[in-house]
């Protein structure tokens, strides 16, 4: 049985590969092809409910969190829900001012960083692991029983109570397919 393992999209691949010669190496990143592309928090996978906001979809992760960041000049942008084509997404302090934390939903309490990603980040995307990514999520199990895998993001940080980086969406994929890989029986 093999591992999953997050490494940086920004490595050269001949890096890695020479770090693990005999892993499959996987880009979830908006930059990868199909199928893997999909794990992308910015691909639109359809409508996946927004946390704490009853009948409210968005069409990708990625729109739910900058949809629901608060700024010091802005509140939430219900458009970034519906962005399908995965441009102009991410909202910047330097249009919008400083970020003063997360909606708990579309109306909720503003959050912190870390609660937002507990609250708001991690269950959309698990949400769209379980409902929209079965198949992959089966090929790379699959893939698991012979080899490594190094899923590719750029961001590489694991710790959800890290507030310095962004967390990376590819552990929260090890995670979901690690966690699915115990819990079936062999």
Known sequence: MGELLVESRRKKISTIEKKYPQAKIIDVTSKSSQPWVKFSPFYPVGDIPIPFSEGVYAKTVEGIW??????????????????????????????????LGHRKGVSGELLDYITARKLIYVPAYNY???????????????????????????ETNTDIN??????????????YVMDKKTAVPL
């Open 162 to 175: 890290n507030p310095t980086k962004p967390l990376s969406h590819a552990s929260l994929i090890a995670k």
């Open 66 to 99: 900058q949809g629901l960041k608060v700024f010091s000049e802005f509140d939430i942008d219900r458009s970034k829900f519906k962005i399908e084509n995965m441009k102009g997404i991410k909202r910047t302090v330097r249009k919008h001012g400083k970020v």
């Open 128 to 154: 769209v692991l379980k409902n929209f990514l079965a198949t992959e999520i089966h090929e790379l199990m699959d893939i698991l029983q012979h080899k490594n895998i190094i899923l590719l993001d750029y």
